[in-house]
């Protein structure tokens, strides 16, 4: 598998939760607890936001929180905010090459 | 605080080369694996390359294997990514990015990365 697969867009008004979700393979997501998600605003570095599935870095809002169910995790965002609005990259270990990253999903704040 | 600061890109015709070096402070840099991740104008990550706190293992992805090489210098505190045989599919931005200790081998995990340099490669 070339990437994990996630959600193109996902939108919701302030206030408001949102889930993206981060699909994977029994050879990745599924076997291991070593997914990581990253906040990307335009023109800006990748930030971590979780890793480990559900571990918040130092600093990082606890309106975010991550889980995993199967061979999908998912990053929820509690909240909502304007300045949340970026773009969401999740990253898993995979056993059958160097650890890949999702799709990315552009989260839109109404 | 730990910084990473990437320079070295620009444009530069298919086939030729460049060297990126990313300089690090706050830390040291030989004892942390450190990476090259790229980002296509408009499209997703892709880890390309990483170096261990060791020296060795050293990865390169398919993508780029034979035609980039990782390195590092521990006086200068630095990394570098140095890019032969450029193609049109190169064209991104380059970020150097920190791996914390503990991530394992292989694991997509980055704590500090740098703000990016682009790296166009157009006749």
């Known amino acids: 598998q070339s990437a994990l697969t996630q959600p193109a867009s996902v939108s919701g008004s302030p206030g408001q939760s949102i889930t993206i979700p981060c699909t994977g393979t029994?050879?990745?997501?599924?076997?291991?607890?070593?997914v990581s998600w990253y906040q990307q605003h335009p023109g800006k570095a990748p930030k971590l936001m979780i890793f480990?599935?559900?571990n918040r870095p130092s600093g990082v809002s606890n309106r975010f929180s991550g889980s995993k169910s199967g061979k999908t995790a998912s990053l929820t965002i509690s909240g909502l905010q304007v300045e949340d609005e970026a773009d969401y990259y999740c990253s898993s270990y995979t056993s059958t090459t160097t650890g890949i990253f999702g799709t990315g999903t552009k989260v839109t704040v109404l | 605080q730990v910084q990473l600061v990437e320079s070295g890109g620009g444009l530069v015709k298919p086939g030729g080369s460049l060297k990126l070096s990313c300089a690090a402070s706050g830390f040291t840099l030989s004892d942390y694996y450190m990476n090259w991740i790229r980002q296509a104008p408009g499209k997703g990550l892709e880890w390309i390359s990483y170096i261990s706190s060791r020296g060795t293992p050293i990865y390169h992805a398919d993508s780029v294997k034979g035609r980039f090489t990782i390195s590092r210098d521990s006086a200068k505190n630095s990394l570098f990514l140095q890019m032969n045989s450029l193609r049109a599919e190169d064209t991104a931005v380059y970020y150097c990015?920190?791996?914390?200790?503990?991530?394992?081998?292989?694991?997509?995990?980055?704590?500090?990365w740098g703000q990016g340099t682009l790296v166009t490669v157009s006749s």
């Open positions: 029994s050879s990745d997501v599924y076997a291991y607890n070593y």
């Open positions: 990015a920190r791996a914390p200790v503990g991530a394992m081998i292989d694991e997509p995990l980055f704590d500090f």
């Open positions: 480990h599935v559900s």
